[in-house]
């Protein structure tokens, strides 16, 4: 599918990164981070299920995966094997970085259980098919895995959004993550990860960004326009409140189908708090933004070294200590893996 330009202002345009979408991305990896580091805290309920929206961000992020891919490839789409190159070294390198470190750190301080078959399904990305292994090294790294599992079958995305109007695409995803829900819950498998996580499980999210990245193509303002307060506020808490209902009380079955609500929930409050334009709030989230690969890939790490150095430690301490560490290396980490792309030229 190509896309032609006929105005280059708009090209010039269109070249531009969108704030809202770095703030939105900032969201989801600090929410994310915040759900995972809450969970230190052995918060009880009703406050633990409160926390638990935090998890949500996840969902908008798949969204954002999906804008950002495709909106790439409808200003410049590459061959497959040339695609594959370019996308999958810029996730795999730094998060392959990252688990070898991981196990290195391991050797010296317990934070995880050294497997050399463990070690090898992240550096092979046979982890994502081993529930007893897609864990190691950091929980939060399934998501990696499924985000690899998208760039492989993008290309058949494409090619089947082609075919498609948006509408039928969008519905054939839908239709797609709901079949694979069902099959997965009728074999029994809605606690496994590997199962439960499964590309297929967020493929109407993903379309969804893709969809997005066509419309926002074609019309620069669809970002700009201004959407009422009150109702995404509503929307976006009840949409909320019942994706927490569904998880508190249908269990693993109940989180296969909140993802709408869930991402309906996320997306809209996150939109109202960017649109309230309080000043330090966006600037912190757009600064989260552009380091939010280093900041998903690093938070585990840092925090589960931490309350392994420091068993002994208030857990609220440890939260602490983390949230101050991770920002500032996460900046570093991303300084040096953009430093090694425009090396590298990749």
Same mark, same amino acid.
């Given at each position: 599918?190509?896309?032609?330009?006929?105005?280059?202002?708009?090209?010039?345009?269109?070249?531009?990164?969108?704030?809202?979408?770095?703030?939105?991305?900032?969201?989801?990896?600090?929410?994310?981070?915040?759900?995972?580091?809450?969970?230190?805290?052995?918060?009880?309920?009703?406050?633990?299920?409160?926390?638990?929206?935090?998890?949500?961000?996840?969902?908008?992020?798949?969204?954002?995966?999906?804008?950002?891919?495709?909106?790439?490839?409808?200003?410049?789409?590459?061959?497959?094997?040339?695609?594959?190159?370019?996308?999958?070294?810029?996730?795999?390198?730094?998060?392959?970085?990252?688990?070898?470190?991981?196990?290195?750190?391991?050797?010296?301080?317990?934070?995880?259980?050294?497997?050399?078959?463990?070690?090898?399904?992240?550096?092979?990305?046979?982890?994502?098919?081993?529930?007893?292994?897609?864990?190691?090294?950091?929980?939060?790294?399934?998501?990696?895995?499924?985000?690899?599992?998208?760039?492989?079958?993008?290309?058949?995305?494409?090619?089947?959004?082609?075919?498609?109007?948006?509408?039928?695409?969008?519905?054939?995803?839908?239709?797609?993550?709901?079949?694979?829900?069902?099959?997965?819950?009728?074999?029994?498998?809605?606690?496994?990860?590997?199962?439960?996580?499964?590309?297929?499980?967020?493929?109407?999210?993903?379309?969804?960004?893709?969809?997005?990245?066509?419309?926002?193509?074609?019309?620069?303002?669809?970002?700009?326009?201004?959407? #009422?307060?009150?109702?995404?506020?509503?929307?976006?808490?009840?949409?909320?409140?019942?994706?927490?209902?569904?998880?508190?009380?249908?269990?693993?079955?109940?989180?296969?189908?909140?993802?709408?609500?869930?991402?309906?929930?996320?997306?809209?409050?996150?939109?109202?708090?960017?649109?309230?334009?309080?000043?330090?709030?966006?600037?912190?989230?757009?600064?989260?933004?552009?380091?939010?690969?280093?900041?998903?890939?690093?938070?585990?790490?840092?925090?589960?070294?931490?309350?392994?150095?420091?068993?002994?430690? #208030?857990?609220?301490?440890?939260?602490?200590?983390?949230?101050?560490?991770?920002?500032?290396?996460?900046?570093?980490?991303?300084?040096?893996?953009?430093?090694?792309?425009?090396?590298?030229?990749?």
């Amino acid at each position: 599918m190509k896309y032609k330009i006929s105005n280059p202002h708009k090209l010039k345009q269109r070249n531009k990164r969108f704030e809202i979408v770095d703030f939105l991305k900032g969201y989801s990896i600090f929410a994310t981070m915040t759900f995972h580091y809450c969970r230190h805290l052995n918060i009880s309920n009703p406050f633990g299920g409160i926390v638990s929206v935090g998890g949500t961000g996840v969902h908008l992020f798949i969204v954002l995966s999906g804008f950002g891919l495709y909106y790439s490839y409808v200003r410049k789409p590459l061959p497959y094997l040339l695609f594959l190159r370019k996308r999958i070294l810029k996730v795999y390198i730094p998060y392959i970085f990252i688990v070898l470190m991981s196990a290195l750190i391991s050797v010296f301080i317990p934070v995880y259980q050294n497997s050399l078959y463990a070690l090898g399904g992240h550096i092979f990305l046979y982890k994502m098919f081993d529930e007893s292994i897609i864990g190691s090294y950091g929980y939060s790294l399934w998501f990696i895995s499924m985000i690899l599992q998208f760039y492989f079958t993008f290309h058949l995305m494409v090619w089947l959004k082609s075919k498609l109007k948006n509408r039928y695409f969008l519905i054939s995803g839908l239709f797609i993550s709901f079949s694979w829900a069902i099959l997965v819950i009728l074999m029994n498998k809605e606690g496994q990860r590997i199962w439960n996580s499964f590309f297929l499980q967020y493929f109407w999210e993903f379309s969804l960004g893709m969809v997005i990245a066509e419309k926002i193509f074609e019309n620069e303002d669809l970002l700009n326009k201004k959407t #009422n307060q009150l109702f995404l506020l509503t929307v976006g808490a009840i949409s909320s409140i019942l994706c927490g209902v569904l998880a508190l009380k249908a269990g693993d079955a109940g989180r296969l189908f909140n993802d709408f609500f869930a991402l309906i929930g996320s997306a809209f409050l996150v939109v109202f708090l960017y649109n309230l334009k309080i000043e330090s709030i966006n600037t912190f989230f757009l600064f989260i933004g552009k380091i939010s690969t280093s900041v998903y890939l690093l938070h585990i790490p840092v925090i589960l070294t931490i309350s392994t150095l420091y068993n002994d430690l #208030n857990p609220i301490y440890i939260v602490m200590l983390s949230f101050m560490i991770v920002i500032p290396a996460s900046f570093l980490y991303q300084k040096m893996i953009t430093a090694y792309f425009k090396m590298t030229k990749l």
